[in-house]
């Protein structure tokens, strides 16, 4: 059984290419490994992460995220059983939201700006599943 997570959470200091470069680089050797798929979308200070996989696999992985110190305020956005990914071809894929046509967000959210507290878990589905459809995710399943 598939279940799909969203969470927003705040970055400890502001986040750099390194920084995204050794968060992605563990999830993409770690989630492969649990079947695990997601995006990772950041701003210059706001995470917003998607991860679908199975029902113990994705929660084990959502405490583990949680308790990082590399962030805080992790705050569930949405928790849904599905019958299926929106990004199986991602162990994580990742959207810089800075660079993101500022139309785009306006659609979803009440600001041109990523402020994911401030939307709904189903817009920010929603927004995630433009963002495939634009082809403004990048990295593939290793
Ligand atoms: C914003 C953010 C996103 C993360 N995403 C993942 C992920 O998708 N997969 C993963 O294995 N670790 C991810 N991590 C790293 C985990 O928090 C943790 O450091 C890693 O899973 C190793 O855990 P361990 O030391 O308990 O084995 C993320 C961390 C942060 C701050």
């Known amino acids: 059984m598939l279940v799909r997570l969203l969470y927003a959470s705040r970055a400890q200091q502001p986040i750099t290419g390194e920084l995204l470069e050794s968060l992605m680089t563990t999830a993409r050797k770690s989630n492969a490994s649990h079947g695990i798929t997601g995006v990772l979308c950041h701003t210059d200070r706001v995470f917003m992460q ?3 996989g199975s029902r113990d696999d994705v929660s084990s ?6 308790a990082d110190s590399r962030h805080s305020q992790v705050t569930l956005l949405q928790y849904v059983e599905t019958t299926e990914r929106h990004f199986f071809n991602w162990s994580m894929g ?3 939201l800075e660079r993101v046509n500022p139309s785009l967000l306006l659609k979803y959210a009440p600001r041109a700006e990523l402020d994911p507290f401030s ?6 589905m929603k927004l995630l599943d433009e963002l495939i459809a634009t082809a403004a995710v990048v990295g593939r399943c290793s």
């Open 94 to 96: 990742q959207v810089n």
């Open 61 to 66: 992985l959502y405490h583990r995220i949680a």
């Open 119 to 124: 939307m709904s878990g189903s817009s920010a």
């Open 50 to 52: 998607l991860l679908e």
